[in-house]
């Protein structure tokens, strides 16, 4: 497909702090490479794992939507704006950063790591009033269909945020097929494989694969085996 890139599992970056295993599918702090900064406004994403204790010191944002979802573990967050707040599988945390925040995460437990991924999007609107929301996403209905946890619209389905961006999770039975209808004409798709082996548009993507595309036409997910997948819809500009 034209327009696609395809980040293997294998190709990320890899950052190893003691405390912290971090794999970085864009370049992130000193890991540096010119053609992997973002996929439209998608900037970050880190597969990281933090372990007992540990974490992030209080450290300053700003105009950057900020996502955490919790894969393994309970993650503990606190910041200047008062919120203190534990997040757990089955959750999605975000901050709009705006004119400037400053936050701690940290894993709860002692005696487990936390695995989560940590997602950035550059903001659709620079400069405002910071933010923080959560929710609980773990009863929807995902088997075999795109379950919504993010989107714009603070009156829709998940946490939303200052870009006109979607995220959508499904967990698929092997041999299933789902297709994706853009939210937004224009917008590319990022699909993260978060287990399992899966096909999107002819590509065979394995467990932490990811692939970034502008679609030309129908978008088809097809579960190689059972597998869990996030789905990222961005625009190329904003």
Known sequence: MKNAVLHPASSRFFADHGWLQSAQTFSFHG???PARIQFGALRVLNDDTVY???GFGRHPHDNMEIISIPLKGSLEHQDSMGNAAVINPG???VMSAGTGIYHTEF???QDQP???LQIW???DKLNVAPRYGQTDYSKGD???RFQQILSPDPNDQGVWIHQQAWFHLAEMDAGIEIEYALKKEGNGVYVFVIDGMVEVNGETLQQRDGYGFWPEGRTVIKAL???NVLLIEVPEKW
């Open 31 to 33: 890991n540096y490479d």
């Open 52 to 54: 007992g204790g540990k």
């Open 114 to 116: 936390v695995s989560f």
């Open 107 to 109: 894993n709860k437990n």
């Open 121 to 123: 999007l550059y903001p």
């Open 142 to 144: 995902r088997h075999n």
């Open 91 to 93: 959750e999605i945390q």
């Open 225 to 227: 085996e059972k597998s």
